[in-house]
């Protein structure tokens, strides 16, 4: 039987040179630490066009659950499961997508026809490096 062991290898990170993403939800500071390239690979995998939608929206969720610190796990599970907290799936979405922007260091920008209002009115969050990010209504 082949056998095959990590043991003395490097943990990997996605984006050469990321660094921990602290952000701000609703006044609260949360830490996110860079992905490895097995994150960043089942993320997108996950998001192929021949996935259900729920499978797209668990992945999206369990990815920045693999990213965030154990207080900010906690807290993500416990707002996502509140009936009454407004934080949803697409609060979820726009901090996953901030913090890829954050490492990539290649902010997307929004097309011409976009809107850059949140269709809901729900709370906007940025992520930015060490504090340095704020929300604010959208």
């Known amino acids: 039987m082949r056998e095959f ?17 602290d952000f701000t939800l609703d006044g609260k500071t ?5 992905p490895t390239p097995g994150q960043i690979g089942m ?3 996950a998001q192929a066009d021949s996935r259900e939608m729920t499978e797209k ?7 920045l659950d693999g ?9 993500f599970r416990r707002r996502l499961l509140d009936r009454d907290d407004p934080f949803d799936f697409d609060t979820v979405s726009e901090i996953v997508e901030g913090l890829i922007e ?12 976009s809107s850059t209002s949140r269709k809901n009115g729900g709370t906007k969050s940025t992520a930015r490096r060490h504090s340095t990010a704020r929300t604010s209504p959208g």
């Open 5 to 21: 062991s990590t043991a003395g290898r490097e943990i990997p990170v996605a984006f050469e040179g990321a660094q921990p993403v």
């Open 30 to 34: 949360y830490t996110a630490f860079p």
């Open 43 to 45: 993320l997108m995998q």
């Open 57 to 63: 929206i668990a992945s999206i969720i369990d990815f």
């Open 67 to 75: 990213i965030l610190e154990e207080d900010g796990q906690k807290e």
């Open 102 to 113: 954050e490492w990539s260091d290649h902010p997307t920008q929004p097309s011409s026809a």
